[in-house]
């Protein structure tokens, strides 16, 4: 728990989720309008002792990273595009489908308070596409944006704790 002094300010209210950036290859991804949680998962190895057949103890397990999913309206960016053929490329001969050696990239996620100050901020680590979805589904009777999508599988996550809370007026 954050320890707190008696004469520092500190935000009181949380941070809104629709003030996000997100950063690979030191270039913010255009236009991205939705991103799924950093989400990570420890399982529990049960385990007893041969004299008390009762009760079990719990140990950690192995850790899985969740993917992460990036929606974005369809523009002639072809950043996701660019990202998924690094993986599988159509029509390339055998052997050279996947371009192993830069498919995987670090990402940095941004979380920014009203202001636009960056208050929050994630690696994201060896991350690579698994799903992509060039165009939605379209329907000539919507009135809504076309989504482009990509799902990432990632290695894991960690806090930039370089960031700190900015003072607020």
Not at 1 to 21: L, S
Not at 35 to 48: G, Q
Not at 104 to 129: H, M, P, Q, S
Request: proline fraction near 4%; include cysteine.
């Amino acid at each position: 728990m954050a320890q707190f002094t008696a004469n520092a300010v500190y935000r009181f209210d949380p941070y809104k989720n629709f003030k996000f950036k997100l950063k690979w290859d030191g270039q913010y991804v255009a236009g991205l309008s939705k991103m799924t949680p950093l989400k990570r998962t420890t399982e529990v190895i049960k385990h007893r002792e041969g004299g008390d057949p009762s009760s079990s103890h719990k140990a950690p397990g192995r850790t899985e990273y969740d993917s992460i999913t990036l929606s974005r309206g369809v523009t002639f960016d072809t950043a996701f595009e660019e990202w998924a053929n690094l993986v599988f490329l159509h029509g390339a001969g055998p052997g050279a489908e996947a371009q192993l050696k830069s498919m995987r990239k670090d990402l940095y996620l941004e979380i920014n308070d009203e202001a636009g100050t960056k208050v929050i901020a994630y690696n994201i680590y060896r991350a690579w596409v698994s799903e992509y979805v060039a165009v939605p589904e379209l329907d000539a009777n919507a009135n809504a944006v076309a989504i482009a999508t990509i799902k990432i599988e990632c290695e894991g996550f960690e806090r930039d704790v370089t960031v700190t809370e900015p003072t607020e007026t």
